[in-house]
């Protein structure tokens, strides 16, 4: 009779008949290698986890630059400064106008003129979305000659006035030529002009570089929502329902292995993604307790015991100390563990525990070529099924 051998699996498994046929696939891949040693038995509990297919409704949407959500009424509209690599942010207005007036290139000649296209050019920059937001010189020096540019196109409009009597608001012409300007009633047009230049940059600074980004943001979050709702939403409905998962994995051992996963007959087991956790648990209920799993040996692929356990310590386990790692019970014989280098959701597991022995787990990492990444989409969780290196840690661990 073969070796029973369950098999669970993780997150994002919501339909039977896709994780079933991965079963089947596996199965025939073993027999391929020992015809008739294993029998493998699949536990599904995917009816029971997290629903995403609405995941999207509560995402924020990008229209014309600007985010807004999913009502996109008019008075929904939620601007937000765009910071990327342009700066930190923690120049005040008044500093970044003084890089914009007096920063190289281009140069104000008179100290009054200078101190009042200061005021202008901080004034207008308190009005924008973007630019008061950018305290990277560089950037900023790209708007220089633009606001001086205006401020002397300005000056240039009203060049046929007659000179002030010292008594009313003056600007000296901005120039970088050596000769002395004249004075003329030019604050008022200087103002007007620098103001829409400035808000001409931001403005279209914040359409490039709002869509820019948040078109990236939008495809990121669009194409990562389901994946991690599927995660995360299926851990807290775990969380609600250990007990009712945990049983299936009791319904098939009556089912199909009657007598096995205890401390006389322990079983064999695989575990994806999340269903180590689901098999974790099991393996630490209270000694007294009859669903207290036993395994004879334990493979798990793109799993993260250690990392919840870590987080949120289990019952019956030390808390996890740098250098000091957390002894587990007996109910587990042998542990191989695989990790995907580009799965962000899998962990190790023999720098974390030690079994009962003093041994540790066996991690084994899985490296995959660039191109079944980008086929993957960069979601690299579920490639493991059918790999060489879980076929090869299969063959080596189970019994």
Same mark, same amino acid.
């Given at each position: 009779?073969?070796?029973?051998?369950?098999?669970?699996?993780?997150?994002?498994?919501?339909?039977?008949?896709?994780?079933?046929?991965?079963?089947?696939?596996?199965?025939?891949?073993?027999?391929?290698?020992?015809?008739?040693?294993?029998?493998?038995?699949?536990?599904?509990?995917?009816?029971?986890?997290?629903?995403?297919?609405?995941?999207?409704?509560?995402?924020?949407?990008?229209?014309?630059?600007?985010?807004?959500?999913?009502?996109?009424?008019?008075?929904?509209?939620?601007?937000?400064?765009?910071?990327?690599?342009?700066?930190?942010?923690?120049?005040?207005?008044?500093?970044?106008?003084?890089?914009?007036?007096?920063?190289?290139?281009?140069?104000?000649?008179?100290?009054?003129?200078?101190?009042?296209?200061?005021?202008?050019?901080?004034?207008?920059?308190?009005?924008?979305?973007?630019?008061?937001?950018?305290?990277?010189?560089?950037?900023?020096?790209?708007?220089?000659?633009?606001?001086?540019?205006?401020?002397?196109?300005?000056?240039?409009?009203?060049?046929?006035?007659?000179?002030?009597?010292?008594?009313?608001?003056?600007?000296?012409? $901005?120039?970088t030529s050596g000769s002395e300007p004249e004075t003329f009633e030019t604050r008022g047009a200087i103002n007007?002009?620098?103001?829409?230049?400035?808000?001409?940059?931001?403005?279209?600074?914040?359409?490039?570089?709002?869509?820019?980004?948040?078109?990236?943001?939008?495809?990121?979050?669009?194409?990562?929502?389901?994946?991690?709702?599927? $995660?995360?939403?299926?851990?807290?409905?775990?969380?609600?329902?250990?007990?009712?998962?945990?049983?299936?994995?009791?319904?098939?051992?009556?089912?199909?292995?009657?007598?096995?996963?205890?401390?006389?007959?322990?079983?064999?087991?695989?575990?994806?993604?999340?269903?180590?956790?689901?098999?974790?648990?099991?393996?630490?209920?209270?000694?007294?307790?009859?669903?207290?799993?036993?395994?004879?040996?334990?493979?798990?692929?793109?799993?993260?015991?250690?990392? $919840?356990?870590?987080?949120?310590?289990?019952?019956?386990?030390?808390?996890?100390?740098?250098?000091?790692?957390?002894?587990?019970?007996?109910?587990?014989?042998?542990?191989?563990?695989?990790?995907?280098?580009?799965?962000?959701?899998?962990?190790?597991?023999?720098?974390?525990?030690?079994?009962?022995?003093?041994?540790?787990?066996?991690?084994?990492?899985?490296?995959?070529?660039?191109?079944?990444?980008?086929?993957?989409?960069?979601?690299?969780?579920?490639?493991?099924?059918?790999?060489?290196?879980?076929?090869?840690?299969?063959?080596?661990?189970?019994?």
């Amino acid at each position: 009779m073969p070796n029973p051998v369950l098999i669970i699996h993780g997150v994002a498994n919501h339909t039977r008949e896709p994780f079933e046929a991965s079963v089947a696939q596996l199965q025939k891949d073993l027999d391929a290698k020992k015809k008739d040693h294993w029998k493998l038995i699949p536990v599904f509990w995917g009816d029971l986890g997290g629903q995403s297919q609405d995941i999207s409704d509560c995402l924020p949407a990008l229209k014309d630059g600007d985010w807004t959500v999913r009502s996109e009424a008019a008075d929904d509209m939620l601007p937000t400064p765009v910071r990327g690599d342009l700066g930190s942010g923690r120049l005040t207005n008044r500093a970044r106008a003084e890089i914009l007036v007096s920063g190289g290139g281009p140069a104000v000649r008179s100290a009054r003129s200078q101190s009042d296209l200061l005021d202008i050019v901080s004034e207008a920059l308190s009005e924008t979305r973007v630019l008061q937001h950018i305290d990277n010189p560089e950037a900023l020096a790209g708007l220089r000659e633009a606001v001086l540019a205006a401020a002397n196109s300005a000056e240039k409009d009203d060049a046929g006035k007659a000179p002030t009597s010292g008594d009313e608001e003056e600007v000296r012409t $901005f120039t970088t030529s050596g000769s002395e300007p004249e004075t003329f009633e030019t604050r008022g047009a200087i103002n007007d002009v620098v103001r829409r230049v400035v808000k001409g940059v931001d403005d279209m600074l914040g359409k490039m570089l709002g869509n820019d980004l948040g078109v990236l943001n939008q495809r990121l979050r669009a194409g990562l929502a389901v994946p991690f709702s599927l $995660f995360f939403g299926d851990i807290i409905v775990y969380q609600n329902k250990k007990d009712e998962i945990q049983q299936r994995i009791w319904d098939k051992v009556d089912e199909h292995a009657p007598g096995y996963g205890t401390k006389a007959q322990p079983i064999q087991m695989i575990s994806h993604s999340l269903g180590g956790l689901v098999v974790f648990d099991a393996l630490l209920r209270p000694e007294n307790d009859p669903k207290r799993l036993h395994l004879i040996t334990w493979t798990t692929f793109g799993s993260q015991p250690a990392f $919840f356990h870590i987080i949120d310590p289990r019952s019956g386990l030390s808390v996890y100390k740098h250098g000091e790692k957390v002894r587990l019970p007996d109910t587990l014989g042998k542990w191989t563990n695989l990790w995907d280098t580009m799965d962000i959701l899998a962990f190790t597991a023999g720098t974390a525990f030690e079994l009962h022995d003093g041994s540790a787990p066996t991690d084994i990492p899985v490296q995959d070529p660039l191109s079944l990444i980008l086929e993957e989409k960069l979601w690299t969780h579920s490639i493991y099924w059918h790999t060489e290196e879980l076929m090869n840690a299969l063959l080596s661990t189970l019994v």
